[in-house]
């Protein structure tokens, strides 16, 4: 009784691990062409353990219920097992028709007359527990229970004489295969004392065998295939921008982690028409290469799937019809593909051949693993990344040589002042500021502010902290200092590109040029203007003395008989000559021409001399108009100011004779006093002029003290 308590107990714990690994082999082999069979294997061996268990501990009665159902699984197991294996060695027999059928309908055979036993007796004669009295067609049974057997063993060490160099616990497999027919054999035939069934425990050992086997390689290959995406990373290749380059790279390091014969990387125009070779490496010739362009339109079913699928693995390339014709262009020797389309924004741009010739290995077929399968879109993904890449490299090749033509410096700095460590540099800072690219890039030692004009500094150092400090464009012009100690002038454009976690600009950007050339231009023309400006000053200066002068001459030989009015009209001569004489004194004195002002020569002179001087020169100029010119001093006004009485008299003057001028008839009143300052003992002359005249439009009232206006 000890015994079959133990077998219970055994069956048991065996039933509840393969369960577990049934929940295992469910998540992680069922889409796995390789493992077909393998988990209906598992569930077959499952249901034999349970049922097992329960023929140990049954009532008598009920033996024979159990039992039979046992037996059924019994009947099922060795077939599922053998189909199993044709798919895990990928024998050709797995094509076969009539194959798959006989191993449909033997055990169905098998189960109907094992069924209807009660009938005939003839594949059980009697159920008496614990055995059973085996019919005439049990011996039948056996036999193909037998046969696929003994297949099954043909499949397995062929199978493992091939591969345990690669892995020697492949050899686990074969002997926990062996061992669940060596209990059947002796059970069946009574060569064992215990009346038990132990086969189902011997099939657990077949599972836990694959299992282990299946996983170790699995681990090993998943761990090689991500070493291998690593170290393509990482390789100067894939980082430098240049396509050809990192296609070869990733064709071969693609190669040999896949362990296949070639791997191709291919590229395609916008419309998806031609595949252009970049890159073609051979495995056995251990050579890259490219190969002839490949028309796309000669398979649209192959082009449509690489548009709208992830991947396209193709195990045996020779018995899909809408792949022949691929077949034939890729090699006669090719028996499986792995196609992994290279993506850009959603776009096909290229794909990833990866080609499996015939081999001892593979001798019809390869079933792409799903780790292989990753592998492969993998790569496909990192060609898409050196595409991007050798894009950026070439637009940032073209972006330089574009800003080394610039007349200027563009420049990228870190908001860090004083610093404003630059980033970035174009070429043109040699010839701006004296330094190389090199020489200013990351060098906190050089700081932009000391190259600042100390002049402009204090301006520039504000308005810096008025706009690109809280994330304004900055505009302005300021000196700098050269690495030769030159100076120049230089004109900015700068802006914030990037922004802190706080919203601080952290990254600034912008563009220098040299505006000296210009600056002097400008100077010069304003040099020129101011002269031409006071020159045409000038000229309509000497208009009012030298009409004077005309004037008082004219009156002097009119009246030689008066010896009184002569005198007066010299004194009067005398005085507008003086103020011709200022006015040619200060057309010589060309330092004031340049500066584009007269210098004032403040002094005492006589109010009265002065008011009597400027009303004789309007008298002049009134002339015979019909105007009454009125005079209107006021009585407190001082005897002697200070100030420049050339300069006062002509301000006045020109107030007076623009009223002339614009007064055809009526008056013209000249009111001139002190207004007291807040200053004690100072006085401000204050001059005004009323007139019957035209008058000024308001609009022109702006520009009543431009000059000629």
């Known amino acids: 009784m000890m015994g079959e308590l133990t077998l219970f107990t055994a069956s048991v714990i065996v039933a509840g691990a393969i369960a577990l690994l049934l929940a295992k082999i469910r998540d992680s082999r069922r889409n796995e062409p390789r493992l077909s069979g393998f988990y209906a294997l598992s569930v077959g ?410 002049e402009d500094l204090e301006a520039l150092v504000r308005l810096n902290a008025e706009t690109l400090s809280v994330g304004k464009p900055l505009e302005t012009t300021f000196r700098i200092v050269t690495k030769d100690g030159g100076v120049k002038w230089i004109w900015e454009r700068s802006r914030a590109v990037e922004f802190g976690a706080d919203g601080v600009p952290s990254l600034l950007e912008g563009f220098y040029t040299d505006i000296t050339a210009q600056r002097r231009l400008e100077a010069a023309e304003l040099a020129n203007r101011a002269k031409s400006d006071f020159l045409a000053n000038m000229s309509h200066e000497i208009r009012t003395p030298m009409n004077a002068i005309l004037g008082m001459t004219d009156l002097a030989a009119r009246n030689i008989a008066s010896r009184e009015a002569v005198q007066n009209y010299l004194a009067n001569i005398a005085s507008a000559g003086k103020q011709l004489l200022s006015i040619i004194n200060d057309i010589l004195d060309f330092s004031k021409v340049e500066a584009g002002a007269i210098e004032l020569m403040p002094d005492k002179y006589s109010v009265h001399s002065m008011i009597n001087d400027i009303a004789t020169m309007i008298h002049v100029r009134i002339g015979n108009k019909p105007l009454d010119f009125v005079v209107d001093d006021d009585p407190e006004l001082p005897g002697e100011m200070i100030g420049d009485v050339i300069r006062i008299k002509q301000v006045i003057i020109n107030l007076l004779t623009n009223a002339v001028k614009f007064t055809k008839e009526g008056h013209i009143v000249f009111s001139i006093g002190a207004e007291r300052s807040e200053t004690e003992g100072v006085c401000r002359l204050k001059v005004s002029v009323c007139d019957t005249g035209i008058g000024i439009r308001e609009g022109d009232l702006d520009s009543l003290f431009g000059s000629f206006s």
């Open 45 to 454: 061996a499952l249901v034999w353990v349970v049922l097992n268990a329960v023929t140990v501990v049954v009532n008598p009665e009920h033996f024979p219920y159990v039992y039979t159902a046992k037996v059924m699984f019994v009947c099922i197991v060795p077939y599922v097992n053998l189909w199993f294996f044709f798919n895990f060695t990928e024998s050709k027999l797995v094509r076969s028709r009539p194959l798959r059928c006989a191993l449909v309908a033997i055990p169905v055979v098998d189960i109907a007359i094992l069924v209807t036993n009660p009938l005939h007796h003839l594949f059980f004669a009697s159920f008496d527990y614990p055995y059973t009295v085996k019919g005439p067609v049990f011996g039948i049974h056996y036999a193909f229970i037998v046969a696929a057997g003994i297949i099954s063993f043909v499949l397995v060490f062929r199978y493992i004489f091939k591969k345990f160099r690669q892995s020697p616990l492949i050899i686990a497999t074969g002997i926990g295969l062996f061992a669940p027919y060596a209990f059947n054999a002796m059970y069946s035939f009574n060569l064992i004392e215990f009346p038990h069934d132990m086969t189902p425990l011997g099939y657990f050992v077949t599972i836990i065998a694959f299992i282990y086997f299946s996983d170790i390689s699995r681990i090993d290959t998943s761990r090689e295939l991500s070493n291998a995406l690593a170290e393509l990373t990482e390789l100067p290749a894939f980082s430098a921008g240049i396509l050809e380059d990192a296609a070869s790279v990733i064709a071969k390091t693609g190669c040999a982690a896949l362990k296949t014969h070639r791997v191709g990387i291919w590229m395609t125009d916008d419309e998806a028409r031609i595949f252009t070779s970049v890159a073609y490496y051979d495995l056995a010739k251990e050579k890259s290469s490219t190969r002839n362009d490949f028309d796309l339109l000669r398979s649209i079913h192959y082009a449509d799937r690489l548009k709208s699928e992830r991947l396209i693995a193709l195990s045996d390339i020779r018995t899909s019809v809408a792949y022949k014709d691929l077949a034939d262009d890729f090699g006669q020797d090719v028996i499986a593909m792995l196609f992994a389309p290279i993506r850009l924004g959603g776009a096909l741009a290229g794909t990833i051949s990866v080609e499996q010739a015939r081999c001892a290995e593979f001798m019809l077929k390869r079933e792409w693993t799903r780790e292989e399968q990753n592998f492969a879109s993998s790569l496909a993904d990192l060609m898409a990344l050196a595409i991007e890449s050798a894009k950026r490299h070439t637009l940032m090749r073209r972006i330089e040589t574009m800003m080394s033509n610039l007349p200027g410096m563009v420049y990228q700095c870190r908001n860090d002042p004083p610093d404003f460590t630059f980033t970035f540099a174009s070429e043109g800072s040699q010839e701006l500021l004296g330094y190389s690219p090199d020489e200013l890039k990351g060098n906190s030692a050089l700081r932009f502010f000391d190259m600042v004009h100390p």
